[in-house]
């Protein structure tokens, strides 16, 4: 099986790298609200090119959450495998040697935000989503890539999915350079205070 997934990725490369350019080349930076754009106008259009991929693609469920999030899926069965990848990125910054949002190849290697976190492993995973169901090798559950794009500034998207879709069967989010992840660091915010009252000094 793993011979045949690694075959079909190889015939496949030239496209995996244009879809990953498509998205890169997709400057999905938080923004102001537009209509039906949450998280403004770029995230809007990079999730809507995910999901144009998606049905260019063949999968048979592609859905969109209200431009929150949305998710392409293939499979059946009760039980669901939940993919979680983020199309968002930071301000791409100063200091690049190549367009921050070009998708460049030099020296074998690609240039640009969200090229490692988070739109290759995310368009990495649809491939290989894609492969099992091209190949049709078996699968036992659905197989759910979703599609985020509020990671960086708060995770709103994947709370609305949650509270629309509830939590999968089991899931993994391929993050930047780490192969797998379930789970990660939390993040806590506190605020300390005391009220103060004016005091009273000898004369």
């Known amino acids: 099986m793993k011979k045949e997934i690694d075959a079909y990725i190889d015939a496949h490369r030239d496209d995996i790298v244009q879809a990953l350019q498509r998205v890169v080349a997709i400057p999905s930076v938080l923004d102001a609200p537009v209509e039906g754009g949450p998280y403004g106008k770029e995230n809007k259009r990079v999730l809507e090119c995910a999901l144009q991929m998606s049905r260019e693609m063949g999968f048979p469920t592609v859905v969109n959450l209200d431009s929150q999030c949305g998710y392409a899926e ?46 290759g492993p995310g368009i990495a995973c649809v491939y290989g989503m894609k492969a099992i169901m091209d190949l049709g090798l078996p699968v036992k559950r659905r197989v759910r890539m979703v599609f985020g794009i509020n990671e960086e500034n708060g995770m709103k998207d994947i709370q609305y999915y949650m509270e629309k879709c509830g939590a999968p069967t089991a899931g993994f989010s391929p993050d930047a350079q780490i192969p797998v992840s379930f789970a990660e660091k939390p993040e806590t915010q506190n605020k300390v205070g005391k009220k103060l009252t004016a005091s009273r000094t000898a004369g």
């Open 74 to 119: 293939f499979g059946e069965g009760e039980e669901l495998i939940g993919i979680f990848a983020h199309f968002d990125v930071v301000p791409a910054g100063t200091g690049w040697t190549y367009p921050p949002f070009g998708g460049e190849i030099h020296d074998g290697w690609m240039y640009g935000r969200g090229v490692v976190d988070n739109k």
